[in-house]
């Protein structure tokens, strides 16, 4: 028996009375009023290459929340998965309508709840606010007005300063801890319940030394993804930059989040067994860090023995090591099957056009990362090793301490180290880099290919989800639709199970198509989310820009087994036609086989002269009548019964035969009229033939067939020119603004502040030095002459390619 409660019955507001049952109607999702379609799409992008949107978000319970783009409210919706049918979905209407109090400047692109479903974030590509879903103000006419709130004002998006945001996530293990990533190369981390305005942490990205970047989309973040409940996976955050490379940052811990208890426990133990006993000093020295670092953040973990017995979660302490910067790991290699492939192990991208987003994925005990490419490639690896932190020693971070010395926030700079990349094969031992700051190398699983449709001019951005029910499967949504990607080969999941199963590609399914033709329409889909209920059931709910609803359910059984032919079954199959063709016998053996012989009984030769007459003679007759009853006239009419019987169904196999007698007539003929048009199809195609060889002939003789091809350094001379037509030039016009606006905010003087932004933040003013200013100015003078060579030298090459296309 299914139980459902409804949340916005039980809880009826102060203001007004509760909603009555008899006025919530039950329909079927897709046909909710809320998803009825429109004329038009609304707020069409204008731009040639608009954002993927996803209006959607699910609480994980029996909430279904959507963001009406016309009229800028929020729909919450009660649904009912399996009622009455268990493959049925069925949602409460009217919905319940939450409005901001703020007027949004802004277009949405992007709704997602935090944990408990208490806050939802409304983002896009202008603006970001976080929206308190039971923190309304006052209601009317049925409205609830919600307090909504924006984050980092002073940072995105304010006046002259031209730093974009590119990705937003809710922390995993908080409710109130935001992660944002932007394009000024910096991971902020924000605590709503404290501070609006400024970051809790900020983390400085720097994968390269600076002046020695030979490409642009190497210093680009694209990405990021919070790391799931495995090990010290729980504290990294994983960045991805626009070539393809994936960098780690690990320890990052909000304040004041809460983690499992039991996790934590064997991260601490892990660190003293594999680290403080290794019999390389550097292991021992990291180790004791790490060992250091997990008892000042959670000192519960010390008393473990004691303390400990009855927790179930722990809840991090404000720290940071005084005298070290966490270290960006990185760019993680793949692993090497020999030498030969060593130097292929710190290569870059394999897939086409450039970086666009990122996924982390947690299945049992492998870690999956999934890199999704602008060509509509998806490049899907598992860590190799375990991570662990690492910290540049040397290079302190900056603190905000309270008058007790209590720490409110952090910032440091997190370089990354090039001497402690190393490659690592498949017959390497993992016990001998365990704990020597070495990033986890990458098994590559596959790449996939998912044929997405052609659009002139533009990239193909793909967004990727996880199937809360079945991990394994991974949804893709893109102009071209959604699709899902189930893994079937986990290499250490198989491993610690038992298993010796044969590494297997991926199966890649399409789900939904919105291409009409060879292109995909124009921001076909504006919302997706995936369902799923306690009895094993899925669904995908996905909505159009015209606010269409379509809901979709989704199997989860056997799509993981494997494939096992019989050997056996399989001679046999060919030899069940032969026994089909075969006619039925409507007549037993007992009566094909005639009457039983019967032995007449012996007599004396004495009775064999008597009459009939006789009283002997009549005896005798009466036992051969008797012998004759019971065998040839019984045997008569089991006969008789037996043919009256199947003569009905003797009519049906004759009908029968009589019907595929004529079928076979009628594709006879079929065959026959078809003939003549394959021949007239057959001689067209040999003159078409002849008449390509003759074309053929004569483009060989023209003077540009003789051409010398290009080169191997011509070629990749030429890769570069379409990275920087790309990405680079926008990428370093990006940080020529980035680093304007950062200047002339640290060479003002900074000014008295609004006494409302006084109480809500405490900042410690220090004068800038005239040093950093220098820097800066340097800084922005050499890029400044990057970018004009850069434009010189593909000026000089478009000139050079358009007088060769002349002289052809």
């Known amino acids: 028996m299914r139980f459902n409660f409804d949340l916005e ?35 069409q992008p204008t731009d040639d290459s608009p954002p993927l949107r996803n209006l959607l978000a699910w609480d994980g319970a029996s909430r279904l929340y959507f963001w009406d783009s016309d009229d800028l409210c929020l729909h919450r919706i009660s649904v009912r998965l399996g009622e009455p049918e268990p493959t049925s979905v069925f949602a409460a209407s009217p919905s319940k309508i939450l409005k901001p109090d703020v007027k949004l400047n802004f277009a949405v692109n992007k709704v997602s709840i935090n944990r408990n479903g208490t806050a939802m974030l409304l983002y896009g590509s202008d603006g970001l606010c976080i929206m308190y879903l039971y923190g309304r103000t006052s209601s009317r006419d049925g409205t609830t007005i919600c307090r909504t709130v924006t984050v980092g004002s002073q940072i995105y998006l304010s006046g002259t300063n031209v730093i974009r945001i590119l990705q937003v996530s809710w922390h995993p293990c908080s409710d109130t801890h935001l992660g944002i990533l932007s394009s000024d190369s910096v991971f902020r981390l924000f605590h709503l319940s404290s501070d609006l ?41 994983f960045i991805l930059f626009s070539d393809g490379s994936i960098y780690i940052l690990c320890p990052i811990v909000p304040f004041g989040s809460v983690y499992k208890w ?26 004791n860090l790490a060992i250091s670092w997990l008892e000042a953040t959670f000192p519960e973990i010390a008393g473990q023995t004691t303390d400990g017995a009855d927790l179930s979660v722990i809840r991090a302490r404000p720290y940071a090591l005084f005298d070290a910067s966490l270290s960006l790991q990185g760019p993680l290699r793949k692993v090497s099957h020999g030498e030969d492939e060593a130097d292929s192990a710190f290569r870059g991208a394999e897939c086409e056009g450039r970086a666009v987003s990122f996924l982390y994925n947690l299945v049992s005990k492998d870690s999956i990362l999934v890199t999704a ?27 905000r301490v309270d008058s007790h010395d209590n720490i409110h926030g952090l910032a440091m700079i997190c370089e990354s180290t090039p001497d402690k990349l190393s490659t690592v094969k498949l017959d390497q031992p993992l016990d001998s880099t365990l704990w020597l700051g070495h990033p986890p190398p990458l ?10 449709p052609k659009k002139a001019g533009s990239d193909s951005l793909v967004m990727m989800f996880i199937d809360p029910l079945m991990l394994e499967r991974i949804y893709t949504l893109h102009d071209g639709g959604i699709d899902s990607i189930v893994l079937h080969y986990l290499p250490f999941t198989s491993q610690n199970s038992g298993k010796n199963e044969t590494m297997r590609t991926p199966s890649v399914h399409p789900v939904l198509s919105t291409c009409q033709g060879e292109f995909s329409s124009h921001s076909p889909l504006s919302g997706f989310v995936s369902l799923s209920d306690s009895f094993g059931y899925s669904w995908i709910v996905a909505v159009t820009a015209s ?17 096992h032919v019989d050997t056996e079954k399989k001679s046999i199959l060919p030899e069940e036609p032969k026994e089909k063709d075969k006619p039925d016998i409507i007549i037993s053996k007992e009566l094909l086989g005639g009457p039983k012989v019967v032995l007449v009984p012996q007599t004396s030769p004495n009775l064999r002269s008597v009459s009939a007459d006789s009283i002997e003679g009549r005896s005798m007759l009466h036992e051969y009548f008797k012998l004759f009853h019971e065998n040839y006239v019984e045997y008569a009419h089991k006969v008789y019964f037996e043919l ?116 809500l933040v405490s900042r410690r003013k220090d004068p800038v030095q005239e040093s950093q200013i220098s820097q800066l100015k340097s800084c922005l003078e050499k890029i400044s002459l990057v970018n004009g060579e850069n434009s010189k030298k593909v000026k000089i090459v478009e000139s050079a390619l358009r007088s060769q296309e002349s002289s052809i």
């Open 373 to 399: 490419w602008s060509g509509g490639q998806l490049q899907i690896d598992a860590l190799a090793d375990e991570i662990q932190p690492v910290w540049n020693v040397g290079c302190p971070p900056r603190l």
């Open 9 to 43: 019955e039980t809880k009826p507001e102060p203001s007004r009375s509760a909603t009555p049952k008899d006025e919530v109607e039950w329909v079927p999702l897709h046909h909710h009023p809320v998803f009825a379609s429109t004329a038009a799409p609304a707020h």
């Open 262 to 287: 039991e996790s934590i426990v064997d991260i601490y133990n892990d660190a003293q067994t594999f680290g403080l006993k290794s019999p390389n000093s550097t292991a021992v020295s990291n180790s």
């Open 547 to 563: 606010q269409e609803c379509i809901v979709l359910e989704m199997k989860t059984l056997n799509l993981l087994l494997p494939l």
């Open 644 to 759: 009256k019987h199947h003569g009905p169904h003797l009519k049906r196999i004759i009908d029968d035969q009589h019907g595929r007698l004529g079928g076979a007539k009628q594709r006879l003929l079929q065959v026959e009229e078809k003939y003549s048009d394959l021949e007239h199809r057959i001689n067209a195609a040999v003159q078409m033939q002849n008449h390509l060889e003759e074309r053929l002939k004569r483009l060989r003789s023209l003077p540009g067939v003789h051409k010398k091809p290009l080169s191997t350094a011509e070629r990749d001379f030429k890769s570069q020119l379409d990275q920087f037509s790309g990405v680079e030039l926008d990428a370093l016009r990006s940080t020529v603004n980035a680093l304007t606006a950062r200047m002339k905010r640290h060479g003002q003087s900074p000014k008295a502040n609004v006494s409302n932004q006084k109480k």
């Open 443 to 452: 098994l590559r699983l596959a790449i996939v290919d998912l044929a997405l």
């Open 197 to 237: 305005i400024q970051p809790e942490q900020a983390y400085y990205l720097q994968p390269v030394q600076p002046g020695r970047s030979r490409n642009a989309t190497s210093i680009c973040p694209v990405d990021f993804s919070f790391g799931g409940d495995h090990l010290w996976d729980c504290f990294s955050v």
